[in-house]
T-cell receptor
Framework: KAGVTQTPRYLIKTRGQQVTLSCSPI?????VSWYQQTPGQGLQFLFE???????NKGNFPGRFSGRQFSNSRSEMNVSTLELGDSALYLC?????????????FGSGTQLSVL | AQKVTQAQTEISVVEKEDVTLDCVYE???????LFWYKQPPSGELVFLIR??????QNEISGRYSWNFQKSTSSFNFTITASQVVDSAVYFC???????????FGTGTSLTVIP
């Protein structure tokens, strides 16, 4: 069974640009969550999608948005990039037949903002 | 407020030594879930254990063991007879009954020296 797949693996952007990251969950998983990982802040929750609806949202500005498609694949978009957005963005999926199930993580997208 | 504290930022041990990684959490909920994840250099977080707040039994899985004590709000992780392959960053995480949002500690970087 394929794991969680995130593309691209690396991205380099400049300030002011926007970026879209993609995540394909494990087959059958309906919940997709996004986390930002930085050396200073650690892993911080961005949002969670379940059945194409945002179910939970963390404390990030509106520049961070996401969506989920009918096949459970998810995209995350960051607009008007800032230097502080440089981070490893991790996607995680779960069956979500109930909440608080273990998350399966992808390898992440390393975003560098210059 | 929810919070997970991993006071040990970095630990180095010599191979075959035992090592304990500390995790202290804060939550107002009576129902919650605790997790440990391992992040090797590849970046993908690997699930190790999930424990709910009503199950205080300690657990052992091979060289890994976990000690959950509600009285001290701690969920510590011990690796017995450490190996070089155990070198990684280890994260403790908390998830409350409502919602699927995980609160991660800042991680403990473990280096096992051959």
């Amino acid at each position: 069974k394929a794991g969680v797949t995130q593309t691209p693996r690396y991205l380099i952007k400049t300030r002011g640009q926007q970026v879209t990251l993609s995540c394909s969950p494990i087959s059958g998983h309906r919940s997709v969550s996004w986390y930002q990982q930085t050396p200073g802040q650690g892993l911080q929750f961005l949002f969670e999608y379940f059945s194409e609806t945002q179910r939970n949202k963390g404390n990030f500005p509106g520049r961070f948005s996401g969506r989920q498609f009918s096949n459970s694949r998810s995209e995350m978009n960051v607009s008007t990039l800032e230097l502080g957005d440089s981070a490893l963005y991790l996607c995680a999926s779960s069956l979500a037949s109930a909440t608080n199930e273990k998350l399966f993580f992808g390898s992440g997208t390393q975003l560098s903002v210059l | 407020a929810q919070k997970v504290t991993q006071a040990q930022t970095e630990i180095s041990v010599v191979e075959k030594e035992d090592v304990t990684l500390d995790c202290v959490y804060e939550t107002r909920d009576t129902t919650y879930y605790l997790f440990w994840y391992k992040q090797p250099p590849s970046g993908e977080l690997v699930f190790l254990i999930r424990r709910n707040s009503f199950d205080e039994q300690n657990e052992i899985s091979g060289r890994y063991s976990w000690n959950f004590q509600k009285s001290t709000s701690s969920f510590n992780f011990t690796i017995t007879a450490s190996q070089v392959v155990d070198s990684a960053v280890y994260f403790c995480a908390l998830s409350e009954a409502t919602g699927n949002q995980f609160y991660f500690g800042t991680g403990t970087s473990l280096t096992v020296i051959p």
